[in-house]
């Protein structure tokens, strides 16, 4: 047995016997002859507690149990808690420890072999050589991760192993790391790489995986694919990988239908198929021109494939994407958000990866904050995706809940360490809670490892302004600016910047432009704000905010909490728009969402 096979063959689920209860090895509950149903999130929690009997389980081991890694609210770990006790009794074996976690106190033994942990995989995006579209590396990497981590957390197969952070990996493969470099840096077990080449009628999928602690190799394999057959891809290398590491040498996708193989609507299928990975690759590049093509791709297919939810959830993500950065109106994103969770025929289980962004969605442009909790807490079970983190994060900050939202970024970055965003948004989460030291202190941190992230300057330009380094926050906003000039918020960053540094008529020459740029297009003024506030004009940071809140513009809770407006604190309209959120929580508090 090979070092792979023997790893894999470490990953076996173990049945256990406490009190009168058995839980066999595929999940089985009984009570004597009863069964008794869990839930998948309750089987995780137990089985989570009956491998550490005795031992205190934090409350965000159960977060990284219970949500796939995935930062979850702490009400969600208690109810699920609070239902398996029912389902438990007579049996008083849950304790609580105050502040500390749970600990499973009966008598627990063992049934088989011991839990083995599954293997850490780092997907890289697949290098593609002349001939090939440029989004195929990245999507072939992204379906086939998103396949694995499925199959796993369904529990209908044993697959020992979990990908790793995926947006880390992608910042880390853009720099030229060395895919062994990449893995020793997430602390994964294993590595994959590869490329595809175009052949006259097939593409060529070369795979190899490797060990992230010596980087020898683990195992190669090329692969064919007609070219009609492209959405088979990611299915193929998903299967290969199952094959190599699954136990049983069994593929998790056996006997899964392939709809390229239908011989009704192949082309539309593969059009479709064609034009969601094209307009997912697109609208992450976050350039003005480049998510308007992938918001055209996207309608393409739902057009083409009416049944194809990855794409309605892929357009919410560009639609929220879209107006945090300017590029479209809040009113126009909210509709299209709305009509992709209401298509003809949907299901529950259809729109569930749609509910975080309507969950945005009704905060920020409906104003419905029971609503938007509902929908977030509808998508508590779902698999860790970045942008879901993302909008449960801007939720949070908006509601002034700094030091959840900072527990949040805190969990995401466990995850996904090497991901940008996250730790520009920590560092403003600190700003907008008035910890000052610390806000600064992580901006340096952030740029030190971001210095291009657009992301990171943005954030990190506006603490350093506001904390007497106006120079280097000048430079930043600048320079930001320059490169993106339809990203409004670094406008306004700049002409703060500017403010602060003691150039005024500077930063009054960035702000008329920026007025007369209104006049032809959309803009996002929300942070002009802080520039008036800093240039000694109240009534027009006052105005600015006002159309904010005509807007619905998605930065206005937000920022009604930036320090840098708090000579803005006593003005009646603005009382009045913190009294708009108040009236929102008030609401929640009488409508709250069920569990």
Same mark, same amino acid.
């Given at each position: 047995?090979?070092?792979?096979?023997?790893?894999?063959?470490?990953?076996?689920?173990?049945?256990?016997?406490?009190?009168?209860?058995?839980?066999?090895?595929?999940?089985?509950?009984?009570?004597?002859?009863?069964?008794?149903?869990?839930?998948?999130?309750?089987?995780?929690?137990?089985?989570?507690?009956?491998?550490?009997?005795?031992?205190?389980?934090?409350?965000?081991?159960?977060?990284?149990?219970?949500?796939?890694?995935?930062?979850?609210?702490?009400?969600?770990?208690?109810?699920?808690?609070?239902?398996?006790?029912?389902?438990?009794?007579?049996?008083?074996?849950?304790?609580?420890?105050?502040?500390?976690?749970?600990?499973?106190?009966?008598?627990?033994?063992?049934?088989?072999?011991?839990?083995?942990?599954?293997?850490?995989?780092?997907?890289?995006?697949?290098?593609?050589?002349?001939?090939?579209?440029?989004?195929?590396?990245?999507?072939?990497?992204?379906?086939?991760?998103?396949?694995?981590?499925?199959?796993?957390?369904?529990?209908?197969?044993?697959?020992?192993?979990?990908?790793?952070?995926?947006?880390?990996?992608?910042?880390?493969?853009?720099?030229?790391?060395?895919?062994?470099?990449?893995?020793?840096?997430?602390?994964?077990?294993?590595?994959?790489?590869?490329?595809?080449?175009?052949?006259?009628?097939?593409?060529?999928?070369?795979?190899?995986?490797?060990?992230?602690?010596?980087?020898?190799?683990?195992?190669?394999?090329?692969?064919?694919?007609?070219?009609?057959?492209?959405?088979?891809?990611?299915?193929?290398?998903?299967?290969?990988?199952?094959? !190599?590491?699954? =136990?049983?040498? $069994? *593929?998790? #996708?056996?006997? &899964?239908?392939?709809?390229?193989? +239908? %011989?009704?609507?192949?082309?539309?299928?593969?059009?479709?198929?064609?034009?969601?990975?094209?307009?997912?690759?697109?609208?992450?590049?976050?350039?003005?021109?480049?998510?308007?093509?992938?918001?055209?791709?996207?309608?393409?297919?739902?057009?083409?494939?009416?049944?194809?939810?990855?794409?309605?959830?892929?357009?919410?993500?560009?639609?929220?994407?879209?107006?945090?950065?300017?590029?479209?109106?809040?009113?126009?994103?909210?509709?299209?958000?709305?009509?992709?969770?209401?298509?003809?025929?949907?299901?529950?289980?259809?729109?569930?990866?749609?509910?975080?962004?309507?969950?945005?969605?009704?905060?920020?442009?409906? !104003?419905?904050? =029971?609503?938007? $909790? *509902?929908? #977030?807490?509808? &998508?508590?079970?779902?698999?860790? +995706? %970045?942008?879901?983190?993302?909008?449960?994060?801007?939720?949070?900050?908006?509601?002034?809940?700094?030091?959840?939202?900072?527990?949040?970024?805190?969990?995401?970055?466990?995850?996904?360490?090497?991901?940008?965003?996250?730790?520009?948004?920590?560092?403003?989460?600190?700003?907008?809670?008035?910890?000052?030291?610390?806000?600064?202190?992580?901006?340096?941190?952030?740029?030190?490892?971001?210095?291009?992230?657009?992301?990171?300057?943005?954030?990190?330009?506006?603490?350093?302004?506001?904390?007497?380094?106006?120079?280097?926050?000048?430079?930043?906003?600048?320079?930001?600016?320059?490169?993106?000039?339809?990203?409004?918020?670094?406008?306004?960053?700049?002409?703060?910047?500017?403010?602060?540094?003691?150039?005024?008529?500077?930063?009054?020459?960035?702000?008329?432009?920026?007025?007369?740029?209104?006049?032809?297009?959309?803009?996002?003024?929300?942070?002009?704000?802080?520039?008036?506030?800093?240039?000694?004009?109240?009534?027009?940071?006052?105005?600015?905010?006002?159309?904010?809140?005509?807007?619905?513009?998605?930065?206005?809770?937000?920022?009604?909490?930036?320090?840098?407006?708090?000579?803005?604190?006593?003005?009646?309209?603005?009382?009045?728009?913190?009294?708009?959120?108040?009236?929102?929580?008030?609401?929640?508090?009488?409508?709250?969402?069920?569990?």
């Amino acid at each position: 047995m090979d070092r792979l096979e023997s790893a894999a063959a470490g990953f076996v689920r173990t049945g256990f016997r406490f009190g009168g209860f058995r839980l066999d090895a595929d999940g089985t509950l009984s009570r004597g002859e009863a069964q008794i149903h869990l839930s998948p999130k309750e089987l995780a929690a137990l089985r989570l507690l009956l491998a550490n009997p005795g031992q205190i389980v934090t409350l965000q081991e159960f977060k990284q149990a219970l949500c796939d890694d995935a930062p979850a609210l702490a009400e969600g770990v208690s109810k699920c808690l609070a239902s398996l006790r029912k389902k438990l009794e007579p049996e008083e074996c849950i304790e609580t420890i105050y502040k500390r976690g749970y600990r499973f106190s009966a008598v627990v033994r063992t049934l088989g072999d011991p839990v083995g942990l599954p293997l850490r995989l780092a997907i890289l995006p697949f290098a593609v050589e002349y001939g090939v579209p440029e989004y195929l590396g990245p999507a072939i990497a992204l379906e086939a991760g998103t396949r694995i981590e499925a199959a796993r957390s369904s529990g209908a197969h044993r697959t020992p192993v979990s990908t790793v952070a995926r947006e880390s990996v992608s910042t880390l493969a853009r720099r030229g790391v060395a895919p062994q470099q990449i893995g020793e840096m997430l602390k994964a077990d294993l590595v994959l790489k590869g490329s595809i080449r175009a052949l006259p009628a097939h593409y060529r999928l070369y795979a190899e995986m490797i060990y992230a602690a010596d980087g020898s190799q683990a195992w190669a394999e090329d692969l064919l694919v007609e070219r009609s057959r492209i959405a088979g891809l990611e299915t193929e290398l998903a299967n290969l990988v199952s094959r !190599r590491l699954n =136990p049983d040498g $069994l *593929s998790i #996708f056996a006997g &899964a239908a392939d709809t390229q193989q +239908e %011989p009704e609507g192949i082309e539309h299928r593969r059009q479709a198929y064609e034009c969601f990975q094209r307009g997912r690759f697109e609208w992450q590049t976050f350039e003005r021109h480049r998510m308007q093509d992938a918001l055209r791709h996207l309608l393409q297919a739902i057009e083409l494939d009416p049944g194809r939810t990855a794409a309605r959830v892929e357009l919410a993500h560009l639609c929220i994407a879209q107006e945090i950065y300017g590029f479209m109106p809040p009113v126009v994103a909210a509709e299209l958000v709305h009509r992709m969770a209401t298509a003809p025929g949907e299901t529950a289980a259809d729109i569930e990866g749609l509910l975080p962004a309507l969950g945005w969605i009704s905060f920020h442009a409906d !104003r419905n904050l =029971p609503m938007a $909790l *509902s929908c #977030f807490r509808q &998508a508590e079970h779902l698999p860790y +995706e %970045p942008w879901t983190m993302r909008t449960l994060t801007l939720l949070t900050l908006g509601r002034h809940r700094f030091g959840e939202a900072i527990a949040l970024l805190e969990s995401v970055l466990r995850v996904d360490p090497w991901s940008p965003w996250p730790q520009g948004r920590l560092a403003w989460a600190h700003h907008l809670a008035g910890d000052v030291a610390v806000s600064r202190q992580l901006a340096h941190a952030a740029l030190e490892r971001f210095p291009l992230h657009e992301g990171v300057q943005l954030y990190c330009a506006m603490i350093l302004a506001f904390n007497g380094e106006a120079a280097r926050a000048v430079e930043l906003a600048g320079r930001l600016a320059q490169r993106l000039p339809y990203f409004d918020l670094a406008t306004g960053a700049h002409a703060y910047a500017l403010a602060m540094a003691g150039q005024p008529d500077a930063a009054h020459g960035v702000l008329e432009r920026f007025e007369w740029l209104s006049r032809e297009r959309y803009t996002l003024k929300t942070f002009s704000a802080a520039a008036y506030v800093a240039l000694g004009e109240t009534g027009k940071a006052i105005d600015v905010l006002r159309s904010a809140e005509h807007s619905r513009c998605p930065w206005l809770f937000e920022m009604l909490a930036d320090p840098r407006l708090a000579p803005l604190h006593a003005e009646p309209e603005f009382q009045s728009m913190l009294a708009l959120l108040a009236g929102m929580e008030a609401s929640a508090e009488r409508d709250p969402p069920e569990a």
